[in-house]
């Protein structure tokens, strides 16, 4: 188990791709070229599991790992979360598994969140609403969201643009509207006792997410996928003051490496005291990971 006294920091948003980097499906390695073009990413191929714990585990940084079920609307088939899971297990002193579920599979979606919980240690849930083709305030998705309401664990919902398909003809059919963050209103709204992660900068709809997350206790934000060199001076301010204990770290590994992003995150003019919230503290509190010692 990760010990939080051992990490400088914990990333909340990292993706687990294919196994030995495989492709299941003609076109992923059109959409996975397009993905490296839009990020400047250095991989070579998607890291596996194994090799996404090695790179943490040598900068001393435990992560959130999940992956993304989209294969109704891509066509890509999912990474089991089972074995996404018992990978994650394997290096524990690291990873954090979230796994992910199509809402649109409605009850059994529910009963596979139940047994994710209680019988793969799974400890969050990952829904992309651009990809996965669905609002957020679907009532179609209540029954799931109800299963991981009782479990006690977080939801994180990609929110703003993607850099998923950009570039790709017809954004590879992924449509944007969906990740507008003001639907998740709703959803804290109707499960305030759920904690809810709102990942990325959300442009064009900053503002929308900034006063859904100051409104709402549950709501919190992750900084994943843009380095802060980009970040709107708007988030900044927030950062440093109204939501201080509500913005966590997330680098978006692969397509940013922690390196990038913390490198960048040195030169922006967040608060002395902020900084070691956002890398750490406040989710540790989030996640229940205890209390690290006081330096």
Request: aromatic share 10%; charged share 25%.
């Amino acid at each position: 188990m990760i010990n939080p006294d051992d990490v400088i920091a914990i990333d909340i948003h990292t993706h687990a791709e294919e196994p030995c980097g495989t492709h299941p499906d003609d076109g992923y390695d059109d959409f996975q070229a397009a993905m490296a073009k839009y990020f400047k990413s250095p991989h070579a191929h998607p890291p596996t599991v194994p090799e996404t714990a090695a790179y943490y585990r040598e900068r001393n940084i435990a992560c959130v790992i999940f992956p993304v079920d989209a294969e109704r609307e891509t066509g890509f088939r999912r990474y089991k979360n089972e074995e996404m899971a018992e990978l994650a297990a394997e290096n524990s002193d690291v990873l954090i598994p979230f796994a992910s579920i199509d809402p649109a599979k409605g009850r059994l979606g529910a009963r596979e969140a139940r047994r994710l919980v209680e019988s793969f240690g799974i400890r969050g849930f990952k829904f992309h609403p651009s990809m996965q083709g669905f609002y957020p305030n679907d009532r179609s998705a209540y029954v799931l969201y109800e299963a991981i309401a009782e479990a006690g664990v977080p939801a994180l919902f990609h929110t703003g643009q993607t850099g998923v398909g950009a570039g790709m003809p017809g954004g590879n059919g992924i449509r944007l509207k969906y990740s507008n963050p003001m639907y998740l209103d709703d959803v804290a709204t109707d499960f305030p006792d759920m904690p809810i992660i709102l990942a990325h900068p959300s442009f064009p709809w900053q503002e929308e997410a900034l006063a859904v997350a100051t409104h709402k206790p549950n709501v919190y934000i992750d900084l994943s996928g843009w380095s802060p060199k980009y970040f709107p001076e708007i988030l900044v301010r927030y950062c440093n003051t109204l939501l201080r204990h509500k913005v966590l770290f997330g680098s978006d590994w692969p397509v940013i490496t922690p390196d990038r992003w913390l490198a960048d995150f040195e030169r922006i003019d967040i608060k002395p005291e902020v900084r070691p919230l956002i890398l750490k503290q406040n989710a540790m509190k989030l996640l229940g990971l205890g209390a690290a010692k006081q330096g």
